[in-house]
């Protein structure tokens, strides 16, 4: 199963681009990676999922290279309540069961 | 209006009760899931249900049993509660079930805290 590592924390001001970075040195030929966004006291909400080069949409993008053993979301001038756990995940077929890992906790700071 | 929706949000109980948490689904999704959330934000999976039908089931102790009585609900009943089960509780559903559940978003509920005293 395709394990994610990602930086525990980041500190952003308001109006700048986060750039947020994970690896899945593992990932198999058929794993999607896909992000969530988590706020205190809420469920995950889904972010953005690509396979691979560049998918974008209204909240973010997701930049995957040709090697696939990395990604990174991208968050254009983030505000205050961009504040919030981001998880990176991988999954694929033979692993639907969806892991988890540790997330990147965001601050953005005034 | 809410998609995937928990009950109760908080609950809080003591040690050899025995509860039970309801989730709901409103999106037409062939697959639930319940999370159980540490307080160092872990998200483990424990079940998966596909079509009422049990597709995961991780190393959970035997007290904790999912019901799924129709795809709309999967409710997870927990025997003789212990300190370490709390936690917060996910339920969550996608779209696509078994092996095509993989590049379908998880769409979550706001959980529920469970506080065992």
């Known amino acids: 199963l395709a394990k994610t590592t990602q930086p525990i924390s980041m500190d952003s001001y308001e109006g700048q681009e986060v750039n947020i970075t994970c690896s899945h040195n593992?990932?198999?030929?058929?794993?999607?990676i896909t992000w969530y966004q988590q706020f205190p006291s809420q469920g995950p909400r889904f972010i953005i999922q690509?396979?691979?080069t560049k998918v974008t949409n209204e909240v973010a993008s997701l930049f995957i290279p040709a090697d696939r053993k990395s990604s990174t979301l991208s968050l254009p001038r983030v505000s205050l309540s961009d504040t919030a756990v981001y998880y990176c995940?991988?999954?694929?077929?033979?692993?639907?069961?969806?892991?988890f890992g540790s997330g990147t906790r965001l601050l953005v700071r005034p | 209006d809410t998609a995937v929706s928990q009950t109760p949000k908080y609950l809080v109980t003591q040690m050899g009760n025995d509860k039970s948490i309801k989730c709901e689904q409103n999106?037409?999704?062939?697959?639930m899931y319940w999370y159980k959330q540490d307080s160092k934000k872990f998200l483990k999976i424990m079940f998966s249900?596909?079509?009422?039908?049990?597709?995961i089931n991780e190393t959970v102790p035997n007290r904790f049993s999912p019901k799924s009585p129709d795809k709309a609900h999967l409710n997870l009943h927990i025997n003789s509660l212990e300190l370490g089960d709390s936690a917060v509780y996910f339920c969550?559903?996608?779209?696509?079930?078994?092996?095509?559940?993989?590049?379908?978003?998880?769409?979550f509920g706001n959980g529920t805290r469970l506080t065992v005293t």
């Open positions: 999106l037409g999704h062939d697959t």
């Open positions: 593992n990932i198999a030929t058929n794993d999607y």
């Open positions: 249900y596909n079509n009422k039908e049990l597709i």
């Open positions: 969550a559903s996608s779209q696509e079930g078994g092996q095509g559940a993989y590049n379908s978003p998880l769409h």
């Open positions: 995940l991988v999954v694929g077929d033979s692993s639907y069961k969806l892991i």
């Open positions: 690509g396979y691979k």
